[in-house]
C-alpha cells in the first residue's frame, strides 16, 4: 500500500502501518489517514465545506490525488487521504460549543440535516417496517422496541410544535464518539447548533460517565428560549444510542445481548430527563409522563 499511496499522492513515505482497514503514515511533522471510504456521502460538497473551514479552524484537510480527485480505488476498494495533524487533541465540551456556534456562510443543501421531524419520521416508519420482518430473531429488541419508539413519538411530537423562525444552524456532526470524530470533515453537517451537545450528554451517559454536574450547569448558562427547550428535550428524548446499536446488531457487528447495557439504564436515563423538563418546564411544554 505504500508504493500506492506514494504513486497516487506524490508523497515521499518511508514507513507506514495499518490499523484495521485504514493505513497511518507521517512525513516531517505531519501525519496521515488513508481512509478505507464506504460511505455514500456527497464529497463534492464535504470538500468544499473542508476548503472554507480551514481558513478558520482546524479540521482535517482532505488531499486530492494527483488526478485532482477525492477518491483513489485500489484493489477496488475506496480510499481518501486526510492530514490529521490534531488528531491527538483532547475532545470536551468546549470544543464542541465552539464548532457549533461557528457562523457557515456557505450554501450546502446536501449537508443539511436540521429537518427533524423528517428525518425522525422516516426513521421510526423504516425501523418499524423492519422490525415487524425480523423481530423473532431479536427477542432482546423486540421486548424493548416499543419504548423507544415512545421516546422517538415523544421527540418527534415536540419539533412539530417549533418556531423555526430564530433557530440558529451551526457545525454538527453525524456523531461524536472521540477526538476524531470532532474535525473529520465527512463527519460534518450543517444542523441545529444543540444537536451536538445533546449526543455528547446521551454518549456519554450510556458510556457510564456520570453526566449530571456538566449537563446542570450547561443548561444555566444557556438562556434558551421556547424553541430551542423543546429542540434540546426532543434531541435528548429521541434514542439515538438506541437506534444505532439496533442497526449494528442488526448488521451483525455485535451481539444482541449488547442492548441490555442500555435496557438497564432506563430508570437511570429517565432522571436525566425529568431533570431536563423540570428546568424547562412552562406552560408551552408540558409532557405528562415526565412531570
Known sequence: MKNNISYYYNLDISTIHQKDKNYYFKIADKKYLFLKYEDNLDLESIYKLDVYLLQFLPIYKIILNIAGKI????????????????????????EII??????????????RMDNWYILWTKKVDYLEYQLSQIGRKYPLIRDSFNYYIGLAENAISLVNSVDYKNIVLGLSHRRIKDSFDLYNPLNIVIDIRIRDICEYFKFNFFNNIDIKNELLLFLNYNNFDINEKKLFLARMLFPTYYFDLYERIINNEVEEKEIKKIINKVDDFEKILKQIYHQFKNNQLIIEWLD
Open 98 to 111: 465552539k464548532l457549533n456556534n461557528f457562523n457557515i456562510q456557505l450554501e450546502l443543501p446536501n449537508l
Open 71 to 94: 477518491v483513489t480505488t485500489i484493489n477496488d476498494n475506496n480510499y481518501l487521504l486526510l492530514e490529521i495533524n490534531n488528531f491527538d487533541k483532547k475532545i470536551d465540551i468546549n
